[in-house]
Structure formats: structure tokens, C-alpha cells
């Protein structure tokens, strides 16, 4: 694939496939946000690029763009960075390649198509109303510490606040413009360590074996009822991911026991009363590391979602789901700006070999975005 970007007219797929080129996995910027800002620049955008934060974290680059001045404020966030190929592509995965109506390469669904699409809906609406921008981290994928934090604590420093958000995460499942998301679940990993005193397991006097009182504080916390849901939310669900003793002998009582877990919650909890839940069940001897990766969001039903609702009728004649499935991602950091919502392409080959997007679907989402653009900016 050979395709050059027209400063003019960026192409999606020519923008999406110099995009890929660039083997950005997180968080190494690999070109990555050059080729973006160049293509944004053309199109009378103002750049700012900076990097934040030092390993092993980042060092991260990220991406501001702006175009017109003053209210309102519509924003598009995203990220350029994406996982590790794995091995078994069938072609190399950062030389992007069309076969039939499908272009293949690492991050072509996750998510430098919906960028590229943004892009070409910018220049196909060069006359607007207030303020489009667009924030884009190259650390959505890993630690999420300098991304888009950074980004908005960049933007805090300067006065910037959107009045609207739309994140082009892969929100589709089955085809372009049947779902979108209006929240997500957050997420709470939590480490625990119960001490014991090592020993002979036939002197069982002379040790203290910490095998025992873990398994049953996780048999308590597993035991927990969280809730039962709520109107947008499915239940919150805790998984005990890992338990670890690291004793190779079977004649020693350890000396201490490990174990992991997750709990993904909705916006009926907060993650630190989730953390002081758990540890009211712990022994005494037990100690608690937690890190929560993101607190629960929702963007109750109304204007933005019946705004991009209305794009993806306009397009495909399809009524979009409202969705807060899936996964973490930073919109729960956007949300504490403004209403934010999801939308992009389809996600069944996302982080999997071979990922690939249909171009029509490029296309389509060009034309859904231009419509959004038009609609919040008046254009």
C-alpha cells in the first residue's frame, strides 16, 4: 500500500495506512503523532505536541489541535498508541495491506481508523462555529499515567474546557453504527499479602501457616454481594484473579501467601469504599495494595448521544445501542470535563492477529463525524 495523503482531501485509508506504518506500541510514539499533526496542520489546525512523565511509565507524547476560537467547544479524544502484535499475522503488521474491501495492520480498528476518519470529517467541515479539537494520548493502551491526564492537566493550565466530548473508541460489534457508549465500569485491582512464620510441616507448633486464614478472607470477599445493578449498568463483578505462595518444598510451611483481584464496578460505588470493604475482611496480619485504574462514568441520555444517534441514523439507517459495556477507557478521565459519549468502528478484531477494518466503514464513519461536527458546531 502506497497510497500519499492529500493535504486537501486526507484520504482515510492513506492517512490510516501511514498511520499503521508507524509501529507505536504503547507508549513509544514511533512517528505516530507527526503524520497526525501534519495531516491536522493542513487543515489549518494549531498543533501542540509535549511529552510527559519518565519510565517506567513513559516517557508519553501527546497531542493537542485546535481550529476556531471560543464557544462551543466540541472535542474529539482518542489515542495513537496500540498493544504488541503477537506472532502469526499473516503479512507484517505495521505494512499496511488491502485485501479485498479490508485494510490490515496493527491498530487499523483500535484505534488510528476512527482517527484518520476524524480527520477527513475536519477537512470536509472547514467552517464552524466556535472551537474543534481534538486530544489524543499515545499512552491509552498501557499505564494510562501520562496520557491523558496529562492532556487535560495541560489544557486545565491554559483555561481549556470542551463542552462536549466524543472518544472514537471501536464501539460497534456487529456493524458500523449499532452501538454507543454512554459509560463504563471502573476498575479496582487490589494486591493482598497475608505474613505467616516459616517452618517444618511436622512442627506446626513452631510455624504459622498463612495459606489458611487467606483462603478464607477470600472466601469472604468472594462472597460479597456488591449490587444488583442499576438502569445502565450490568451487576459489579469481583474476580480473584491470582493466589501465590511460592513454596517449591512440600515439607515447609510458608511464610507468606499472596493473592490478586479486580472488581469492575458501576457508578454505584466508589473505588476506595470498595477498598475498605475488602480489607475489613482481612486478618491482621495482612496488608492491602490497591490501585484503582478508573472510576464508573455515565452520560445520561440527551443531547450528545441523541446527537451522534441521529449521525448514524442519517448514515446507515441503524438506531444505535446505548451501551456501557466493555472495558476501561479514558473517557473515564474526560468525563470529569464534560458529557462525553463513544463512538467508532467496529471492534471484533481489535488487540487480535490480522486486525483489520472494512474501508466502506472508514468511509461511513467520515460521513457520521462530519455530521456530529455539523451538528455541534453549527456548521
Known amino acids: 500500500m502506497t497510497s500519499a495523503i492529500?493535504?486537501?482531501?486526507?484520504?482515510?485509508?492513506?492517512?490510516?495506512?501511514s498511520l499503521i506504518a508507524c509501529p507505536s506500541i504503547t507508549p513509544n510514539d514511533a512517528g505516530a503523532l507527526d503524520v497526525l499533526g501534519d495531516a491536522l496542520r493542513a487543515i489549518r489546525f494549531e498543533v501542540h505536541s509535549f511529552v510527559a512523565g519518565e519510565a517506567p511509565d513513559g516517557p508519553v507524547r501527546n497531542l493537542f489541535a485546535t481550529r476556531g476560537s471560543g464557544a462551543p467547544h466540541f472535542a474529539f479524544a482518542g489515542h495513537s498508541d496500540v498493544v504488541p502484535p503477537g506472532d502469526g499475522w499473516a503479512g507484517d503488521p505495521f505494512k499496511p495491506e488491502i485485501r479485498g474491501d479490508l485494510l490490515y495492520g496493527r491498530g487499523a480498528v483500535d484505534m488510528k481508523g476512527a482517527l484518520a476518519s476524524f480527520v477527513g470529517a475536519a477537512a470536509d467541515v472547514r467552517e464552524h462555529r466556535g472551537t474543534l479539537s481534538l486530544i489524543i494520548t499515545g499512552d491509552e493502551e498501557g499505564a494510562a499515567t501520562y496520557g491523558t491526564v496529562a492532556l487535560m492537566e495541560w489544557m486545565a493550565e491554559r483555561g481549556i474546557r470542551p463542552d462536549l466530548c466524543l472518544v472514537g473508541e471501536p464501539t460497534s460489534v456487529n456493524r458500523l453504527g449499532d452501538t454507543v457508549k454512554i459509560g463504563r465500569r471502573g476498575s479496582v485491582n487490589m494486591w493482598i499479602e497475608v505474613a505467616g512464620h516459616q517452618g517444618h510441616v511436622a512442627y506446626p507448633h513452631l510455624a504459622d501457616n498463612p495459606i489458611s486464614p487467606l483462603i478464607a478472607a477470600l472466601a469472604a470477599i468472594d462472597a460479597m454481594e456488591l449490587d444488583e445493578g442499576s438502569d445502565w449498568f450490568q451487576p459489579s463483578n469481583l474476580e480473584i484473579t491470582d493466589i501465590n505462595v511460592g513454596n517449591g518444598a512440600t515439607n515447609v510451611i510458608p511464610a507468606k501467601a499472596s493473592a490478586r483481584l479486580n472488581i469492575r464496578f458501576n457508578e454505584l460505588h466508589r473505588g476506595t469504599e470498595l477498598v475498605e470493604r475488602v480489607r475489613a475482611l482481612l486478618p491482621e496480619n495482612a496488608t492491602l495494595t490497591a490501585k484503582i485504574s478508573g472510576e464508573s462514568f455515565l452520560t445520561e441520555p440527551g443531547p450528545l448521544s441523541d446527537m451522534v444517534s441521529a449521525a448514524i441514523v442519517a448514515e446507515t439507517g441503524i438506531t444505535p445501542e446505548l451501551s456501557t459495556s466493555g472495558g476501561t477507557s479514558d473517557a473515564r478521565f474526560l468525563s470529569r470535563l464534560c458529557p462525553v459519549v463513544e463512538f467508532g468502528l467496529c471492534n471484533a478484531t481489535m488487540h487480535?492477529?490480522?486486525?483489520?477494518?472494512?474501508?466502506?466503514d472508514l468511509h461511513a464513519l467520515r460521513?457520521?463525524?462530519a455530521r456530529i461536527i455539523r451538528s455541534a458546531l453549527g456548521a
Not at 492529500?6 to 495506512?17: H, T, Y
Not at 490480522?354 to 474501508?359: C, F, G
Open 6 to 17: 492529500n493535504p486537501a482531501d486526507p484520504d482515510p485509508v492513506a492517512l490510516l495506512g
Open 352 to 360: 487480535k492477529l490480522d486486525e483489520a477494518v472494512a474501508i466502506p
Open 367 to 369: 460521513r457520521i463525524y
